[in-house]
């Protein structure tokens, strides 16, 4: 079942880098501006994977004096109590803005009241919150439960263009259990295995969106001998792991259909490789796109309340075009 064929139907699309207009210099609130720069806060879920290193570093490529900022990073460590200690660092430090890619979604409330009280907006990246609309300014990155339709869908095209019809029995590694980009991916994959009768989960487990436990996630499930052929992992990284994992075993992953989310550049070319069958792409390349948020909003701008990123597929029909633009390494 080694089958990496044209897959027809959904057109993938190139990802979304959004340069902003330069207007470097605009605006800046009171407290913590130095000048016309604007301080920007940036509460960072932590370093767990190559998404997350990419997405840090365009925020610090970005949030320079010559763009018109001054950047304050912290990195919650994936600890979401500690996230919420750093938005009130940066609430009582004055930032002119809040950036905040939420570890998890909920018990936000009396953190964001507390920044709307001390007048800063507050941008949501990365990752949704399940708050009301008025307690932050506007959400932008993936769509994640789009994320995980894409890859479900691609499956699903896969199945009938190859005409497998063996049972599909998948490993489903998850992420970070409570963010949405779990939740979004999780629910998508929960959703297509309700409705089809020949698909099983054999196995959900988190793996962090890391690939160390992504990897011992996987040594379990292959120790306690459950059959599958296919995996669905919740970001590149655990999919490194897993196969890192099926290797040691002596198991050809390669005869597996591995789903992957992100689009790292060794993921992009593992895709080539015949390593993984397809990813759903998610951009982490948001600094440039944030800065222009804020300047439109220092601007008297309305915004939009979401925009999420262009976001398509990656397989074997588009990876060698993917590979020059993907992220990371
Ligand atoms: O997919 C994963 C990272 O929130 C979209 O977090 C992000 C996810 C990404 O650790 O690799």
Same mark, same amino acid.
């Given at each position: ?12 699309? %190139? ?16 407290? @913590?501006? $130095? ?5 920007v806060g940036f509460a960072q ?14 925020f &610090? =490529?970005?949030f ?5 900022? &001054?950047l304050v990073f912290a ?18 430090? @004055?930032?002119?803005?809040i950036v905040?890619a ?30 009301? =609309? ?59 295995? &309700?409705? &089809? %009768? ?8 988190? @793996?962090?969106? $890391? ?24 970001? =590149? ?12 075993? @002596? ?25 993984? =069958? ?18 439109? %909003?220092?601007?008297?701008? $309305? ?16 990876? %060698? ?9």
């Open positions: 079942m080694n089958i990496k064929k044209i897959i027809l139907g959904v057109a993938s699309v %190139a990802l979304f880098l959004g340069l902003s207009a330069c207007n470097p210099g605009e605006g800046g609130g009171d407290g @913590g501006t $130095t000048g016309d720069v604007i301080t879920v932590g370093a767990e994977s190559g998404w997350r290193t990419a997405n840090t570093q365009s &610090k =490529d970005y320079v004096e010559e763009n018109g900022f &001054k990195d919650a460590n994936q600890d979401a109590d500690k996230q919420k200690q750093d938005v009130r660092d940066f609430i009582a430090q @004055g930032v002119d803005y905040l939420p570890v998890t979604d909920s018990g936000w409330e009396p953190v964001l009241q507390e920044a709307k009280d001390a007048g800063i907006p507050l941008i949501v990246a990365d990752r949704q919150l399940m708050v009301a =609309d008025d307690l932050y300014l506007t959400y932008l990155g993936g769509n994640m439960r789009g994320e995980g339709d894409t890859a479900v869908q691609w499956l699903v095209d896969h199945i009938a263009a190859e005409g497998i019809t063996d049972p599909i029995n998948i490993v489903h590694l998850q992420g970070t259990i409570g963010s949405t980009a779990q939740k979004g991916r999780t629910e998508a994959l929960d959703e297509a295995v &309700k409705d &089809k %009768a020949d698909w099983t989960i054999v196995a959900q487990q988190t @793996g962090e969106f $890391t690939q160390a436990k992504g990897q011992e996630v996987m040594e379990s499930i292959i120790q306690q001998g459950l059959a599958f052929n296919v995996i669905y992992a919740e970001n =590149d990284d655990m999919a490194y792991g897993a196969i890192d994992a099926l290797k040691a075993a @002596g198991i050809n992953h390669q005869e597996l259909i591995i789903i992957s989310f992100d689009g790292n550049k060794s993921a992009v070319q593992m895709v080539i490789d015949g390593d993984i =069958d397809v990813i759903a792409e998610c951009t982490p390349l948001l600094g440039p796109q944030i800065a222009d948020l804020i300047r439109r %909003a220092e601007a008297g701008e $309305t915004l939009d309340k979401v925009t999420y990123s262009i976001e398509g597929f990656i397989d074997s029909t588009n990876a %060698a075009e993917k590979l020059p633009i993907a992220f990371g390494s």
